[in-house]
């Protein structure tokens, strides 16, 4: 492993899981990103899973893509919203993907005959992965999935060990996220379960150079004081972190503890700035302010027990609400239940706009395709994203006629396959050949509403999906009462549609929300708010 220039912070958490290693991660990543300096980062997960792909969303969160069409935890999603910079596949490793790449090299020979052991065989793969993706960057952050003590774990929290003696412990820094549990009978906040995590970390040879401390209530410098004594990391590098009101207030609580200098005179790091958080400071004004103005929008949803399945999409609506300085109310919208409801518009009525999310498979899809008519019937803002393409169209084909019309995802006999598989993806529905992941080209109708508000014509949008619209009904659409306004140029295919005469119907193939940012929000989102603030005011 060939020395280079970059700076490595690897962050690893104890006690529980859920403490918040990716905001804090993300949130290192911004304010050295804010001081000028070339900032990346990375997951590495313990789940013997090649890529986030197959995670189940109700227990993992959404599955983040990438541009590159990496799909990933969704803690990428958080690194791109906090840096404003879009990660790639060099920034997912899970350890199916490593010891498929080691176990392939042994069958290859590539070890010469050696016993292949997880040290220092599957520790030196992560040890490379981690390498190649630190390149060309003057930081490279690296969080660790799971919690110190973990089984699965222990070879990742080996490998970053090695790491750091190998490209020399003045490059590398360790950040350990901790709990500190507050017992309301005594009115204490407790620092033994944070002494514990450091002692274990410690013991598999990792000294944390600084120790982020969540809590749910506010804590003080005895707190602090107690938890340098016992783990011997100085006061100055320890941060405490209480419940936000929202999670993009993290960066600058860090950057008022100081974490970011001890951060800087630890590596030895010349930033090229000082810290430029100004638009950061002002959106999260806006984030945290109560406005007079309020927007009801109902999400309309299998996944009714996690908002983590959605989060991209949510993050996108909050950022849209605060740009246009108005209070965001999010419904779910069981689309189960709303398939089976003998009055369906009881849960869609209050509702100042609806979003139909991503999503796989048969359950739910009536009561998605039940809002997305209601919508277009109703003059109801909408804007459907991926499956909430495919449920628009058949919508408006079964207003118009076809009432059997259907995805063959759902419907393999349908007698009108307005979503389907193309002819040159037939067969192939097993191998991954009829996904499309990532970054597409699109071409915008000039006088479309999509063009309006993206401002421009051409753009790029990230996919995650296999079934397209069925082209040999195009030409009914406006019939129907949409249109196709966006068309990807090198394979034909519909990307984007609209209402006719509709104040707000907007569904695209690809996934608008992995774009978005808070102090930047997305077009589409943004449009969605505005119509739904005219709405409440008709």
């Not at 792909?53 to 109700?58: A, E, K, Q, T």
């Given at each position: 492993?060939?020395?280079?220039?970059?700076?490595?912070?690897?962050?690893?958490?104890?006690?529980?899981?859920?403490?918040?290693?990716?905001?804090?991660?993300?949130?290192?990543?911004?304010?050295?990103?804010?001081?000028?300096?070339?900032?990346?980062?990375?997951?590495?997960?313990?789940?013997?899973?090649?890529?986030?792909?197959?995670?189940?969303?109700?227990?993992?969160?959404?599955?983040?893509?990438?541009?590159?069409?990496?799909?990933?935890?969704?803690?990428?999603?958080?690194?791109?919203?906090?840096?404003?910079?879009?990660?790639?596949?060099?920034?997912?490793?899970?350890?199916?993907?490593?010891?498929?790449?080691?176990?392939?090299?042994?069958?290859?020979?590539?070890?010469?005959?050696?016993d292949v052991q997880i040290i220092p065989h599957l520790t030196n793969a992560i040890q490379q992965y981690i390498y190649v993706a630190g390149q060309g960057y003057d930081i490279h952050i690296v969080e660790i999935g799971g919690t110190v003590g973990d089984y699965e774990s222990l070879s990742f929290i080996e490998a970053i060990r090695e790491f750091s003696i190998k490209v020399g412990r003045e490059n590398c820094l360790f950040v350990h996220v901790v709990y500190l549990p507050y017992l309301s009978a005594s009115h204490e906040i407790k620092t033994k379960p944070a002494q514990n995590s450091v002692r274990e970390l410690r013991g598999l040879g990792i000294l944390p150079d600084i120790l982020v401390a969540r809590s749910e209530v506010q804590t003080n410098g005895a707190a602090t004081r107690k938890l340098s004594l016992f783990s011997g990391v100085n006061e100055d590098a320890i941060a405490l972190l209480p419940n936000a009101r929202t999670i993009y207030e993290v960066p600058l609580t860090l950057e008022d503890s100081g974490i970011a200098k001890?951060?800087?005179?630890?590596?030895?790091?010349k930033y090229r700035q000082p810290a430029d958080l100004k638009a950061w400071r002002s959106m999260v004004k806006r984030a945290t302010t109560a406005y007079d103005k309020k927007i009801t929008v109902g999400v309309v949803a299998k996944y009714m027990d996690n908002t983590d399945t959605y989060m991209s999409v949510f993050e996108a609506l909050k950022a849209a609400a605060w740009s246009n300085e108005t209070d965001l109310e999010i419904v779910w919208v069981d689309a189960v239940k709303l398939g089976d409801a003998r009055n369906p518009s009881e849960a869609l009525a209050s509702c100042n706009a609806i979003v139909v999310p991503g999503g796989f498979g048969s359950r739910g899809v009536n009561g998605k395709i039940i809002a997305a008519e209601y919508a277009l019937t109703?003059?109801?803002?909408?804007?459907?994203?991926?499956?909430?393409?495919?449920?628009?169209?058949?919508?408006?084909?079964?207003?118009?006629?076809?009432?059997?019309?259907?995805?063959?995802?759902?419907?393999?006999?349908?007698?009108?396959?307005?979503?389907?598989?193309?002819?040159?993806?037939?067969?192939?529905?097993?191998?991954?050949?009829?996904?499309?992941?990532?970054?597409?080209?699109?071409?915008?109708?000039?006088?479309?509403?999509?063009?309006?508000?993206?401002?421009?014509?051409?753009?790029?949008?990230?996919?995650?999906h296999r079934y397209e619209c069925n082209p040999k009904y195009a030409a009914e659409y406006e019939r129907w009462g949409i249109r196709a306004v966006g068309i990807n140029p090198e394979t034909g295919l519909i990307e984007v549609i609209e209402g006719i005469n509709h104040r707000f119907f907007v569904a695209t193939q690809f996934h608008p929300e992995f774009k978005s940012r808070p102090t930047r929000p997305h077009p589409l989102f943004d449009g969605l708010v505005k119509a739904a603030l005219q709405n409440m005011d008709k």
């Open positions: 492993m060939a020395e280079g220039h970059t700076k490595y912070i690897f962050v690893t958490g104890g006690v529980l899981s859920g403490l918040g290693k990716g905001i804090t991660a993300a949130s290192i990543g911004n304010l050295l990103r804010a001081r000028g300096l070339k900032v990346n980062l990375q997951k590495c997960d313990p789940y013997l899973n090649v890529d986030a792909g197959l995670l189940n969303p109700r227990e993992h969160g959404e599955c983040f893509v990438t541009r590159d069409g990496a799909e990933t935890d969704l803690d990428l999603g958080h690194y791109e919203r906090f840096t404003d910079e879009e990660m790639t596949k060099d920034s997912s490793l899970m350890a199916g993907r490593v010891l498929a790449k080691v176990i392939q090299d042994e069958r290859a020979g590539k070890y010469n005959g050696d001890v951060i800087i005179n630890k590596l030895g790091i109703n003059n109801l803002p909408y804007l459907g994203l991926c499956y909430g393409l495919h449920m628009a169209v058949i919508a408006a084909a079964r207003l118009n006629g076809l009432k059997q019309a259907n995805t063959t995802e759902v419907d393999p006999n349908t007698p009108d396959p307005v979503i389907d598989t193309m002819t040159d993806q037939k067969g192939k529905e097993n191998t991954g050949g009829t996904m499309r992941l990532g970054n597409y080209d699109c071409r915008l109708t000039k006088d479309s509403l999509a063009a309006k508000l993206y401002g421009k014509t051409a753009i790029v949008e990230r996919h995650r």
